[in-house]
């Protein structure tokens, strides 16, 4: 079977010594044939500053596309970008949305981001009760640090 750009790209970065040029030319033309795994690679590299200038307009825009398709952890990043109005015009509601469907799309995470909305309100209504459904999920699916002091604060998002 004859493999795609986008698992060319993968087998490609996985030499010692990877052709990023290449690798990031794959990725490319694997966005544009809308491979919604590229889209998420190459957003992470753009937001990180990963094999690439960091860029985080480009970075969001990339995540959008993956998150067109619902792909769960394209949907959490574009979340905080949204919440942070990090490449995209802040909404708290957008934000809630997206982490919303990260979480039924699998991303375990998000089930605290949806807790944390409810709980304080963002971009949805406070609830507190329905905050704690959330919370106990996302604790039953083993996620840590069920807590938000100091949240993004790693310098991934402005």
């Known amino acids: 079977m004859m493999k795609n750009k986008y698992e ?19 990725l490319e033309e694997s966005v544009e044939e809308g491979n919604s795994e590229a889209s998420y690679a190459l957003a992470t590299w753009y937001l990180h500053g990963t094999n690439l200038s960091k860029n985080i307009n480009k970075g969001a825009a990339l995540l959008n596309n993956a998150a067109d398709t619902n792909h769960p952890d394209a949907c959490f990043d574009l979340a905080i970008c949204y919440e942070k109005g990090a490449g995209v015009s802040q909404s708290f509601e957008k934000a809630f949305e997206l982490y ?19 709980y304080y309100g963002i971009g949805i209504g406070v609830d507190k009760i329905i905050a704690d459904i959330w ?22 998002y402005p």
Request: aromatic letters at 10%; glycine letters at 12%; one cysteine or more.
């Open 100 to 118: 919303l469907r990260a979480a039924l799309y699998g991303d375990k995470q998000s089930f605290c981001e949806v807790g944390r909305c409810y």
């Open 8 to 26: 060319k790209a993968l087998e490609l970065m996985s030499e010692s010594d990877p052709n990023i040029k290449r690798v990031i030319h794959l």
């Open 135 to 156: 919370y106990e999920k996302a604790e039953s699916l083993g996620v840590e640090g069920i807590g938000f002091e100091g949240e993004f604060e790693d310098g991934i």
